[in-house]
């Protein structure tokens, strides 16, 4: 079946820190891949997502690039900031059975130190 | 802002209550989901809408009953629930179940923080 790995939590880092949360994927078809973010106390927000391979998505500083050939979808920030503390979470949309369903990750919990 | 609300935001009841959860979203969509969010858990979807139509119940126990009047409201009705239940249930919405592309994209209302006592 369709699944999505993260690394592993929580992620600490200091302000200005380079970010990367890696996301791999296993799916049939050509699904569309997605990074969520949520902040404390709140629902999840689309923060980018890429539809097709070599596709980069990109948000508030943040990118991802679908990359076929390594089945991976690794979010990436030059400069973290505290306000990006948050869970983020790695998802896959497939329609090779039809209907779409999203596949989430479990998440990676990031904390920005000042 | 993302176009989907959610009411109450946090709800406590007790084991023998009956309390509903509602969902409205203002984007046009004809899918909407419930999910269930725990401390140690990954996302889990429980229902799934498409035009007013249940199309996905992931297993879910009778104490949770879903309801979908028109496509831009969703509720669900709990009742004699669990501890273990306690958790931040999401409601989302997207284009529909078979919209592929830039419109498969789900929105997520900021959920409703369940406790049950």
């Known amino acids: 079946g369709n699944s999505v790995t993260q690394m592993e939590g929580p992620v600490t880092l200091s302000e200005e820190a380079f970010l990367t949360i890696n996301c791999t994927y296993t799916a049939t078809g050509y699904p569309s891949l997605f990074w969520y973010v949520q902040y404390p106390g709140e629902g999840l927000q689309l923060l980018l997502k890429?539809?097709?391979?070599?596709d980069k998505g990109s948000n508030k500083g943040f990118e991802a690039t679908y990359r076929k050939e390594t089945t991976s979808f690794h979010l990436e920030k030059g400069s973290v900031q505290v306000s990006d503390s948050a869970v983020y979470f790695c998802?896959?949309?497939?329609?090779?059975?039809?209907?779409?369903?999203?596949?989430f990750g479990q998440g990676t919990r990031l904390t920005i130190n000042p | 802002e993302t176009g989907v609300t959610q009411t109450p935001r946090h709800l406590v009841m007790g084991m023998t209550n009956k309390k509903s959860l509602k969902c409205e979203q203002h984007l046009g969509h004809n899918a909407m989901y419930w999910y269930k969010q725990s401390a140690k858990k990954p996302l889990e979807l429980m229902f799934v809408y498409n035009f007013k139509e249940q199309t996905e119940n992931n297993s879910v126990p009778s104490r949770f009953s879903p309801e979908c009047p028109n496509s831009s409201h969703l509720f669900l009705h709990l009742h004699t629930l669990q501890p273990e239940d306690s958790a931040l249930y999401l409601c989302?919405?997207?284009?529909?179940?078979?919209?592929?592309?830039?419109?498969?994209?789900?929105?997520f209302g900021p959920g409703t923080r369940l406790t049950v006592l």
């Open positions: 998802a896959l949309s497939d329609h090779s059975q039809g209907a779409q369903k999203l596949v």
């Open positions: 989302a919405s997207s284009q529909d179940l078979f919209s592929g592309g830039p419109q498969d994209t789900q929105y």
């Open positions: 890429a539809t097709k391979a070599d």
